[in-house]
């Protein structure tokens, strides 16, 4: 029971770790176009990086000389990724939802302004008159 609920964290720390850096890695190079391979990549590095940590912390030995060995790893790397999938869609939602409401302004899509978003200057105003050394 142990060895599931350290893979469960390590599995939410990995997938926020992997979502910032899939976005590090979009802003970089990819001009902040969201590429949906990175999604792949980053769930089956989770889902590999959760079964290795249970298949190590269960007490099931990895022996790669033993193919019987590595079969019994790709099954609990099937499981990881069906835990792993269900969280990281989620996530996504999440962090897409957060994105959105924090955006300055919308654009058209020949990259025109069309609108600054109200909440984005009522939280600007806000922290200012936090900040004012009047008050």
Avoid at 26 to 37: A, G, I, K, M
Avoid at 72 to 84: D, E, I, P
Avoid at 85 to 103: A, M, V
Wanted: aromatic share 12%; hydrophobic share 50%.
């Amino acid at each position: 029971m142990a060895a599931l609920a350290l893979s469960l964290l390590l599995c939410v720390i990995s997938i926020a770790v992997l979502l910032w850096l899939k976005g590090q890695v979009e802003r970089l190079l990819f001009r902040w176009r969201s590429v949906p391979f990175l999604h792949a990549i980053n769930v089956a590095a989770v889902a590999a990086i959760v079964a290795a940590a249970y298949y190590r912390l269960s007490g099931i030995d990895v022996y790669l000389r033993d193919l019987a060995d590595i079969n019994g790893f790709w099954y609990v790397f099937v499981g990881a990724m069906q835990l792993v999938l269900p969280l990281y869609l989620f996530s996504c939602w999440l962090i897409n939802r957060r994105r959105e409401r924090e955006k300055k302004y919308t654009r058209s899509k020949d990259k025109k302004v069309l609108y600054i978003n109200e909440r984005y200057l009522a939280r600007r105003h806000r922290s200012d008159d936090r900040r004012s050394k009047t008050s």
